[in-house]
């Protein structure tokens, strides 16, 4: 029952994505929509689970939304609070589904309203989890390190806005595109980010983000399939997914990178995502954007046996390529890292100085002294990094375990 | 359609001043350019001409002025213009002409219709 439930549950999430994207075109008001497909998937979940899932599930969704929303609007005409032509409500009574072309160009005006640049970047996030991905706001507040209250009041603000200024529901012109699509990418990057990070067990939620934004880059990459920067967002999530059931060990720690068994690598995943990257890399003029470089640092790695294997000369590269078009601290510590490995371990050292100080930075700076038999520094550099990070942080025991390591190497 | 108020915020400039001769020129020029939809606009005196108007208590209270806004500051709201337009991407078209859009600032509001 519970598990026929969850499969119910599911289903009208997915649907009610395609659902509230067509509805908010018809009605032209993003919280009345949402109001009317969440009283639809409420009367669905009441239904199904003892009735069984109707044979046409999307065509009973639609239908039920759309009655929904009728009842909605004429409950606001009654109180007398909005005034409506009458030509949306004409519209609702239609009893087709609409086409899948109509459906699609709702999802990307969908997608471009959610992210619209004048939204904040954490009010896209939220908006993209609640209508693209269909989560409460209690979810969403455990993804974005919140509250629940706050996360409504920046979904109410956020619809507000969109309503008061006019952010208007439509696709951008093929030459906007390249302006507008940087936010979209970026939305659904972060949340890959963010559902990556916690390891398995210690998550604040229950959501698999991972694959709600693979889901995101699945439809933004099957949508625009000729643009590139989508396509390299799908191939980096897929290569970089490929390697998830190897991250963690049974005890649930971070394995990394040198020590994970690459045999648990989803070759399926690799295989697609490769594929993806050189679609990409063929159809940009331009020089490789921040998520190519990425992908192709994670093809790289994914294309080698062992770790040992690794040609990190080419690695480096594409670090010096995505410090260039997209600096960041995070990728300049990877490409120390990747010039430590080419054995230019003192060179490492002298650039980890011009890094921002962070807890990652003092782990590196360990395990590059103890390469040069410095154990006292090294350790001190890892007590440094268990200093300065979270008491959760998923990277804590392995840090313990070199720390200890390099204190033992001292001694002797 | 739908009105906005485009807010400039610009160095706190006496626009009469013979320097500015050259920058008033080119608002004038993004006036011509933009006609159909500027519906109003206004500069304003440099906020040190300004007064801070309260009325103590409820209405009905003592007024009490005071003098400026509150502190200097490198930014000060320095004209407005009504514009009217199609939603928000269109607007933000036409505010991002106005030359404050590039030494300074300009805020888009969105203005309640008039029921």
């Known amino acids: ?412 | 359609m739908a009105q906005y108020l485009a807010l400039t915020y610009t160095a706190d400039v006496d626009w009469w001043a013979p320097e500015q001769a050259e920058e008033l020129a080119e608002y004038r020029r993004f006036g011509v350019e933009f006609a159909e939809q500027v519906k109003a606009s206004a500069v304003l005196h440099p906020t040190s001409t300004a007064t801070v108007v309260r009325v103590e208590g409820a209405r009905g209270g003592p007024v009490v002025t005071t003098d400026g806004p509150y502190a200097e500051t490198k930014e000060a709201l320095t004209g407005y213009y009504l514009i009217e337009a199609e939603d928000l991407e269109e607007a933000v078209r036409v505010a991002a002409g106005i030359p404050a859009a590039w030494g300074g600032a300009v805020e888009v509001r969105p203005v309640i219709a008039a029921k």
């Open chain 1, 1 to 412: 029952m519970n598990e026929r439930y969850d499969v119910v549950a599911e289903t009208i999430r997915i649907e009610g994505t395609r659902i509230l994207a067509t509805l908010i075109r018809t009605v032209g008001n993003v919280q009345l929509a949402e109001d009317a497909v969440q009283e639809a998937a409420l009367a669905a979940l009441g239904a199904w689970p003892v009735t069984g899932v109707p044979p046409e599930p999307r065509a009973w969704l639609t239908v039920t939304a759309r009655r929904k929303a009728i009842d909605i609007i004429r409950r606001e005409q009654a109180r007398g609070t909005k005034e409506r032509d009458g030509a949306d409500l004409i519209e609702l009574t239609k009893r087709e589904v609409e086409t899948e072309a109509v459906v699609q160009d709702d999802l990307l005006r969908l997608i471009f309203t959610c992210c619209h640049p004048s939204l904040s970047p954490p009010t896209r996030v939220a908006l993209a989890l609640r209508t693209l991905c269909g989560l409460s706001p209690a979810q969403i507040a455990g993804v974005l390190l919140t509250t629940e209250v706050a996360t409504t009041k920046r979904l109410v603000r956020a619809r507000q806005k969109i309503a008061a200024a006019r952010i208007p529901y439509r696709v951008p012109a093929e030459a906007e595109l390249p302006e507008r699509l940087p936010a979209v990418c970026a939305v659904i990057h972060s949340l890959y980010t963010a559902g990556h990070a916690p390891t398995e067990g210690e998550a604040a939620y229950d959501v698999d983000l991972c694959a709600e934004a693979i889901r995101l880059a699945e439809l933004l990459h099957s949508l625009l399939p000729d643009q590139p920067t989508p396509t390299a967002v799908l191939a980096l999530l897929l290569l970089t997914e490929a390697r998830r059931p190897a991250r963690v060990d049974d005890a649930g720690e971070v394995v990394t990178l040198d020590l994970q068994d690459r045999s648990l690598w989803d070759q399926d995943l690799i295989g697609r995502g490769v594929a993806l990257l050189n679609d990409s890399l063929e159809r940009s003029a331009r020089r490789a954007d921040a998520y190519q470089l990425q992908a192709a640092i994670a093809a790289e790695h994914a294309r080698v046996p062992s770790y040992t294997a690794t040609d990190w000369r080419e690695i480096v590269r594409l670090y010096d390529l995505l410090v260039e078009v997209s600096p960041s601290p995070a990728a300049e510590l990877a490409r120390v890292v990747a010039i430590a490995e080419t054995g230019e371990v003192d060179t490492a050292l002298k650039l980890l100085d011009e890094i921002p100080t962070s807890s990652r930075k003092y782990a590196v700076r360990g395990e590059l002294l103890a390469r040069r038999s410095r154990y006292a520094e090294a350790a001190d550099e890892l007590q440094q990094a268990l200093d300065t990070a979270p008491p959760n942080h998923p990277e804590r025991p392995h840090r313990e375990r070199r720390r200890n390591y390099f204190r033992d190497r001292a001694k002797t």
